[in-house]
């Protein structure tokens, strides 16, 4: 009984950015709860594959490849969705670039990719997402900021300066997090909750002595491994958290709490 509330049968869910290193662990946990996913990205043969190897797993998906940053794409398919109950904005667009070498354009691009495509998917999604309500009594908006959105990064775990977490990326988020409680405000009273998963250190791939820096910094000493993702954002997803918005929750082993 109590697992049945993480379920999410019936359910249609969207991802954008979904191929990425938690992207494609977030798709994953969502099909296993037994939700239909839309899978998203720019490069629908990549997509294509990804979707094929998901389709194998006996999951429910489908795939829209479009450029979330596109507002015009992002209305046309929208609005062409009869119901929606998860959203989950989690693509961004970011060039690691040292202090000296970012432009005015790096700022622009990543926080069109997250906070204003977020905004517009919203909006976009709205009438998809009111269905969702009216179906199933809710439906559920997660935003995907990071721990940098509230704490700035620690050069001196760093060989080089300029691969640490650039300049843009972080105010973007931190931009991202404030839209997600905005966003709760104005549609709480529709019964959609909109809250945020900010993940802490959770590399792909790092060099061993790095690894082991950026795990000395959190207090289970350890990095986070992607499908560690999946708890928390099932916990957004699902009618577990049914009485949360405007929520933050951390998922970075403590790495914001020292």
């Known amino acids: 009984m109590a697992q049945d509330i993480f379920r999410l049968d019936g359910k249609t869910a969207f991802v954008s950015g979904s191929r990425g290193h938690l ?3 977030m798709t994953r946990a969502l099909c296993a709860a037994g939700a239909h996913v839309i899978v998203n990205g720019r490069d629908d043969a990549a997509l294509a594959l990804f979707e094929a190897d998901l389709r194998q797993q006996k999951f429910s998906v489908s795939r829209a490849a479009f450029d979330v940053a596109d507002a015009a794409a992002l209305r046309a398919f929208f609005g062409g969705l009869k119901r929606l109950d998860i959203l989950v904005n989690n693509a961004v667009a970011m060039q690691v670039k040292s202090f000296a070498a970012l432009a005015p354009e790096d700022f622009a691009a990543t926080y069109a990719s997250s906070v204003t495509a977020s905004f517009e998917a919203v909006r976009a999604a709205l009438p998809a997402l009111k269905a969702a309500v009216a179906a199933g009594g809710e439906a559920s908006v997660i935003n995907i900021a990071s721990m940098y ?5 620690d050069a001196k775990l760093y060989d080089d300066r300029a691969q640490q977490s650039p300049f843009h990326y972080g105010p ?8 997600t409680r905005h966003l709760a405000a104005e549609l709480g009273p529709e019964k959609i909750r909109v809250n945020a998963l900010l993940p802490g250190p959770f590399p792909a791939k790092a060099p061993a002595a790095f690894a082991q820096r950026l795990a000395s910094r959190t207090m289970l000493g350890r990095l986070g491994q992607a499908d560690e993702i999946a708890g928390p954002l099932l916990f957004l997803a699902s009618p577990a958290s049914s009485f949360v918005t405007g ?3 951390n998922v970075d082993g403590g790495w914001t709490a020292w």
């Open 172 to 179: 973007a988020k931190a931009g991202l997090l404030q839209l």
């Open 23 to 25: 992207g494609s662990a």
């Open 247 to 249: 929520s933050a929750l």
């Open 149 to 153: 959105a509230q704490v700035s990064p």
